[in-house]
């Protein structure tokens, strides 16, 4: 196995694949980086518990030549040494692999060698059904992820609450998380007719948010009995599925309310940021929300020995009962309200014991649900 | 007690002054900040067990008014919740006090009431002889302390090794800092001509360099017995100094070198960087330089079971013996090759088990010390 690869393309892939790879895997091949020698292209490989990426780098990229496979080939060798080198290496690489197994990167004036794995010794990648797969631009499948994973368990007692449920239906794509204490929901059209659901751990959709971030690329899903894969032009990010059965959202998410408020998204997200200082430190982070006089809303915390903080803000517009007291986790009311990106956003009250809904003005796309605190 | 005060000037003194104070004090006064309102200014006053930091706000700063004393007073707050509370009030700030020492700090329509202590209760500030000081360009000071803080012992076993030793002296400021393995020493001629010696602990040496990093101010030395104090135009340091005798520095330079070579510093840097990539994992970061030729030297570490690196640079120059080997620890010289600003330097050898000296390249005011590693 030779290739000689130009220094900036092989980091960035080498980088990108090998910082989900655990040092600690449970086989020491776990701990390397497959790479691919072959006529057309160079393909590297990383994997942790949960999930698998794929980066392809092809001979040509814009016109210049990018890397020049000499010998084809295959190795796996460790992705924190390999790393390190890559980013500490000035120049053009030229890599080759020996019969034993021994690998020699040099650079310059600079050589290393380093001992790799035999290729035949690392897991094969998943089997994927490629006939049927599900595009989505990037951009939005992204924006609905940040809006619901925050709001999965951390908990591990029911583990398929610690992924996101997505759900294919009607045309329409639902991706859903909750702790259920509070819930996310974000939902788009989609463009083709499936009807599936599956739960992706959070830890991929961290991964895949970091992943594909800056890509205005069209995002390929494929999804199998065990597995999910995220494709676009250069990167397959495959990785496994929650098993269990996700709750039933819909009956979750009250339909009629007592109270809906109007108020401006980043007042409050300051307000109630404010009102959790004092009650982080005691109490589920309580923050008591009252109406007043049918036009203002008062933010407080019970305080402390140390102290307390209360405010008072206006309200931009209110339909129904003009009373209410509730109390909520306000470290769950700042998410929710930091994962909405509009101005004005509604908040439905059914009673001190029911959940809040949240919503932005006017749109159907997402929602938040968050359960009170019992005072 | 009671004033007005800009909202930035007060948040900006209390984070700067709040950020060295514990929140596990020994007492928990000591957690707190004391704030003086007088008739023409305010005093913030924030220490812990090394330091303390006072600072000033005029009631004018710029032709506007910036604090209006209503009624002078006194009290201990909380560090932590008063420096929560002011980085989260969007306004200007009213601050009273009552007589049994409760705060009630409010901005348009927010309030918050914190229990405050008895200024009575706060230890008094250092007595400091203000006849004599040394007038320095905090730029310069700044770049002394970090052309030596780094060299510090961060072993407690000689506590007096823990610290920078400011040594005054024939109208010069010597700053030194060792751990007995590596010495990093900066001089500068002064305006003033005194004879005094102090040992600095390094975590004052850290507050001093953020707290005035960005004046272009005089900083004015004061030193008493047991503490010396920084004093720019709105901010004094106070910090304890530490007690023992610091060893002897002239006898541990050597005057006289086998081997002197010029080199390029970032590529000698990025060099040694990468040879400590296999060090690190075994011993004392070890580096091993060979002269080749007399125009190459090879930097290379020993290697591990997974790997080895290696490399070859050339000199700029080289004068005396064109033979060596010898083995230094690469985390130091990393260090002191970052202190060191200079494109080109010189490293001065003595033999195999001497330490390296290095040195910018014509200038007097900087040199550096390492000790090598037994092979």
Do not use: W
Request: glycine fraction near 6%.
């Amino acid at each position: 196995m030779e290739f000689i690869i130009n220094h900036t393309a092989f980091k960035n892939a080498v980088l990108e694949v090998g910082k989900i790879v655990s040092e600690k895997a449970t086989l020491p091949i776990l701990s390397g980086i497959k790479i691919i020698a072959e006529k057309d292209n160079l393909t590297i490989i990383g994997s942790n518990s949960d999930l698998v990426i794929e980066k392809i780098i092809p001979t040509f990229s814009n016109g210049s030549k990018v890397v020049e496979v000499l010998q084809p080939g295959s190795i796996v060798i460790s992705a924190k040494y390999l790393s390190e080198i890559v980013k500490k290496l000035p120049n053009e690489i030229y890599f080759t692999v020996n019969e034993n197994n021994r690998v020699t990167i040099q650079s310059d004036n600079i050589s290393s060698r380093l001992n790799g794995f035999s290729a035949l010794e690392y897991p094969n990648l998943p089997l994927m059904d490629d006939t049927q797969y599900i595009p989505m631009a990037s951009k939005v499948l992204i924006e609905m992820l940040k809006q619901t994973v925050f709001a999965v368990s951390k908990n591990e007692t029911r583990p398929v609450l610690t992924g996101v449920y997505f759900h294919f239906s009607k045309g329409q794509l639902t991706c859903v998380a909750t702790n259920s204490i509070r819930l996310a929901l974000s939902k788009r059209v989609i463009n083709v007719r499936v009807n599936c659901s599956c739960v992706v751990p959070s830890h991929t959709i961290n991964e895949l948010s970091k992943l594909m971030n800056n890509t205005s690329e069209t995002i390929d899903i494929f999804i199998s009995d065990h597995y999910i894969m995220f494709e676009s032009t250069m990167t397959k990010l495959y990785s496994r599925i929650l098993v269990g059965t996700y709750p039933h959202i819909l009956r979750l998410i009250p339909q009629e309310f007592q109270t809906t408020i109007t108020m401006e998204r980043k007042q409050l997200l300051n307000g109630i940021d404010r009102a959790t200082l004092f009650s982080s430190v005691t109490n589920n982070n309580k923050v008591y929300l009252e109406l007043q006089e049918g036009s203002k809303i008062k933010i407080r915390s019970h305080g402390t020995e140390l102290g307390q903080i209360e405010e008072t803000q206006y309200l931009k517009g209110i339909q129904g009962e003009r009373e209410l007291s509730i109390a909520v986790d306000g470290g769950y009311l700042i998410e929710a309200l930091k994962a909405l990106k509009e101005d004005e956003i509604s908040l439905s009250f059914s009673g001190p014991m029911k959940p809040i809904l949240l919503k932005p003005i006017g749109l159907d796309d997402q929602l938040h649900l968050i359960s009170p605190v019992r005072t």
